[in-house]
């Protein structure tokens, strides 16, 4: 049995730090900081960067409309030390936040705001918290890093909380209810205000994920007034500290060492002083980061040069103890095809292994006499291109044995971009299926995706649309990889938009029932006037949209009763497309005339000229009373109508 270590020089560092003793270790809390937000209503933007070590900056886009929305002080409003958030991540006076609004004052005008990391975030000890959640709602989606979505567990709602209620300590001078807190429902992943729907103050509620993000998305909806919603983001920052001692000497200065996180990326470096002390200070406080010795010329490590880090629950301490190289040293190196180092890759000689550090290099000692054939495990998605020959250690010679060396060759790899508009989209999950388990991924900020190191074969890409767009073109493509780079597999997608109105009388009273044919590129949809005469439509495609009212019996339109829209892939939101009815006058009625009665005429034949003298008195007589009659029947009804 012999002895394995590491040796090598770390050529990169992303951060440098000075060496601090254990004694100082300390958590910290801090709130996030906002570069300005800039655009227009409709399409905001602005950077989020949670305070720790290394920064991690998100890319925020939001299609808020204008007024009173952007990054505020937090001189008049915050979290105070009193709020279950605070407790943990202190005041968040003089902080900033972020202040949001729908995308437009509507039932269907919701906002989408997304927040892109390009790195994914801790998998603990950070948060977000949404406030003045009262006459509104927000339904939140996120992505792990894996592009898988998030569920409700993972997202880790904490609870909700009014920051203006009495008795929280050191709250602002707002007024609230205690009992004024939004209510989550885990099943559609919503945090929704007051039953009510009145506007109110502090209503808030906290979050904390339990695994890394890669993107987070907003979608805030209005339920009554004119809301705004409010956005905060913390995080806690721990130390680790250790120290490094030759067991033949005692404490070593000058030795280098770097941090690695859970991705395998070197996020700090620096180096012992001050009798063997080194520190990181300041780093996310989450578990899977690991602390590599670079071991000086002749040095080797007792146990191990890399030791796992967890900051997820107190600071760490990670010490190193190194002695003297004892022959026979066998060393080498594993890089890429294109020299780039591969760290963190197993090497086995015999039945002991070792591993290479960040910059690729490996050694073992006290090798004993015999033949020797080097192996590594194959990183995934690599092949070895090169393996070093079989080597011998003879009797009698100390001499070390180097350039046992490998070199790998990386599968090829699968890109493409997500547009909308021409610009890309971030937060877009794609997936990949075909070879192996389907895996996943986000696009960046920039929009792009990238599945590496994949196998030869025949694959399924395909786009999840997100909420408040819709694929241009398909959301699918079939690709097969070979021996080359596959790029240019891209998708585009438009914003929806959404179509609103009311009908009503000429006097402003809601009209209900009416019906509002809506016809655009999918055709007609054939929609009713509410209660209160709103109708809406949403998630609409690009395209021009006619919105035709039926005129019910016995109205008459007043203005238009047809009106026409166009929505872009910009995903317009048009609201007051409204329509007037004025009830028609009614038709006058004639009283229906009863004929006149009061004696029969005389049958027979009257003469052609003169009276006939038989009867002639008799028929003056008659003709007199059926004048009278006439007159009375007259007067007697001018009497009536002059009663009414």
Known sequence: MFLAGL????????????????????TTASWAAWAPLTGAGGAFQTTMTLAGQPALAASVTSDSRAGQVGVISGASAWLAQGTPVGAKYGSSQNQPYLNLRPKADTAAGASTTTYSFPTPTPSSNWTFVLGDIDADQVRIAAVGADGAPLTADELGFQGGFNYCAPGVAGKPSCTGDAADVPSWDPATLTLTGNVAAMDTNGAAAWFEPSVPISSLTFVFARRSGLPVYQTWFASLARDVTGTVTDSGTGPVDGVTLNLIDGNGAVVGTTTTAGGGLYGFPGFFATDGYTVEAVLPAGKIAVDASRKPADLSTADAVVDFTIRDIVPVAVSGNVSDSEGNP????????????????????????????????????????????????????????????TGVDFVVTANPSLSGTVTAAGAGVPGVTVTLTGPGDPVSTVTGADGTYRFPLLPAGDYTVTMTTPDGTIAVGPSTRSESVAETEVTGVDFALAKTGSIEGAVTTDDGTPFPGATITITGPDGPTPISSGSDGAYALAALPPGEYTMTMTVPPGYTAVGPSTLTVTITDA?????????????????????????????????GTLPATGVDPAVGTAAWIALGALITGASAIATARLRRRSMR
């Open 342 to 401: 591969m760290g963190g890759v197993s090497v086995t000689i015999g039945d002991v292994t070792t591993t290479t550090d960040s910059a690729g290099n490996y050694l073992f000692d006290t090798v004993p006499v015999g033949d020797y054939t080097a192996t590594i495990t194959t990183p995934d998605g690599y092949t070895v291109t090169t393996s070093p020959p079989p080597f011998t250690v003879p009797d009698g010679v100390e001499t070390p044995i």
């Open 571 to 603: 995903g317009e939101a048009f609201s007051d497309q409204d329509f007037v009815l004025l009830a028609d006058a009614p038709t006058p009625t004639t009283p229906p005339t009863t004929p006149p009665t009061g004696g029969t005429a005389p049958a």
């Open 7 to 26: 040796t090598g020089l770390i050529t990169a560092a992303v951060l440098t730090t000075v060496a601090i003793t254990p004694a100082s270790a300390a």
